[in-house]
């Protein structure tokens, strides 16, 4: 009798023992800080083509899958990790590329939910370059800054790594990489400038009604800017586009001519 080729579930219960492993290791290096320097497992073409199989078929498609997927995004279910746009993430980054490392295609821990235009622009970034948003806590310090261009059109932000942020000089070098390979300087000043459009609608519907001289039109934008920095730092933390813009308009607030603006 011929020799059959053993099923798919069959070859899966062979290679979830080298799955574990790698899971086992991805977390280690993530715990102890060598996440940078941890290299794949040796897999067969055979192997590789089960493995990715097993996330495209099982993962994104099985009910029990798509559970998983679902809890994964609920990690960041309003804007994307990497860029702060609004909405539910669109889909998964592999932070460990399926490609070199197979054995990690369906571990949740390699799993980034993010937008299309991160994981597209994410090209050139590699595990080695790019910062990761399960085990790099370093990135909740304060490290991105936005500075008006001109106070006459202040909506025009430009964004920059913060020089003054507490960091090392390889959590810098990575962070300039994020920024530059996903497009942040060019993605986040039009959301931003959109943002201040709304604002601007807002402020203009206070001073309608009250009539504020220029100082106390300037306090009070000032100091609701600045509150709602705070919210959006709270709700989607310190580096998220808008709060990083709101906080850089509330301190520009004094220099620029609201009623002007308003009017
Ligand atoms: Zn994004």
Redesign the pocket.
Known sequence: MPRTEPSFRRRLNWLIPGMRAEARALERAGDSGTLRFLLPSPFSPEEKADLVKFYEDRLKQGAEGRRILASITALSPD???????AGE?ETFEHMFPKAQYPWLSAEPLNLAP??????V?RKSLTPQTSPNPYFDVWLRKRWLIAKVVDVSSPGVVEYELDAAADLEPHQIALLSKHISD?RLKR?LPVQAATAFADHLGSFRTVQTQFSLSSTRLATYIGSSLSTSADDRARRFGENHWEAVALRCWASAASGIDWVKLLT
């Open positions: 804007s994307c990790p990497f860029c702060g746009t993430p993010c937008c299309w235009p991160c994981n622009g996903r993605r």
